[in-house]
């Protein structure tokens, strides 16, 4: 699974989801940390939303050759992943990959994420993303692993 947690809410679902069905995380840490104020967050998050920024990373993943499916997990900012996570994205190959998007949310669902995700996860087959309220997030085990399992097993 790709994950950035930005909040514990996307960790608690890449765990679950992890427990569910096994597999490996990767976390997206940007190098350049931001704002701990909510409002000055996300007015910077809506500012690499318009500029389309591509945030350096801490680490990045080279390879997701030894997976078949692909959990990508994230919380919800301004309607998409946050743009840390595309600049890890578009360094890998999703040719014959499975890809699957899950988004933590305090009300905007799965936004454009799932698009999102298929114009950058090129070759890829695209399971039916969810959607998980973030103040749920620790009450959502059995939704999630029912969910991740379903894909995994379809």
Same mark, same amino acid.
């Given at each position: 699974?790709? *994950?950035?947690?930005?909040?514990?809410?996307?960790?608690? /679902?890449?765990?679950?989801?992890?427990?569910?069905?096994?597999?490996?995380? *990767?976390?997206?840490?940007?190098?350049?940390?931001?704002?701990? =104020?909510?409002? %000055? /967050?996300?007015?910077? #998050?809506?500012?690499?939303?318009?500029?389309?920024?591509?945030?350096?990373?801490?680490?990045?993943?080279?390879?997701?050759?030894?997976?078949?499916?692909? *959990?990508?997990?994230?919380?919800?900012?301004?309607?998409?992943?946050?743009?840390? @996570?595309?600049?890890?994205?578009?360094?890998?190959? +999703?040719?014959? %990959?499975?890809?699957?998007?899950? @988004?933590?949310?305090?009300?905007?669902?799965?936004?454009? /994420?799932?698009? =999102?995700?298929?114009?950058? /996860? %090129?070759?890829? =087959? +695209?399971?039916?993303?969810? #959607?998980?309220?973030?103040?749920?997030? #620790?009450?959502?085990?059995?939704?999630?692993?029912?969910?991740?399992? #379903? +894909?995994?097993?379809?």
């Amino acid at each position: 699974m790709i *994950f950035n947690r930005s909040g514990i809410n996307t960790e608690i /679902c890449a765990e679950f989801i992890q427990k569910a069905v096994g597999g490996d995380l *990767f976390e997206i840490e940007t190098v350049r940390t931001y704002d701990t =104020d909510y409002m %000055k /967050c996300i007015e910077e #998050a809506k500012a690499e939303l318009r500029t389309k920024a591509r945030p350096e990373l801490k680490q990045y993943l080279d390879s997701i050759n030894e997976y078949d499916n692909i *959990f990508v997990c994230g919380p919800c900012w301004w309607g998409t992943f946050p743009m840390g @996570m595309f600049t890890q994205l578009e360094k890998l190959n +999703f040719g014959g %990959k499975r890809v699957v998007a899950l @988004m933590t949310h305090e009300g905007s669902g799965l936004g454009s /994420c799932e698009r =999102d995700l298929k114009k950058i /996860c %090129k070759g890829a =087959d +695209f399971g039916k993303g969810l #959607a998980v309220h973030g103040g749920s997030s #620790a009450q959502s085990e059995t939704t999630v692993a029912n969910w991740a399992k #379903a +894909f995994v097993n379809g």
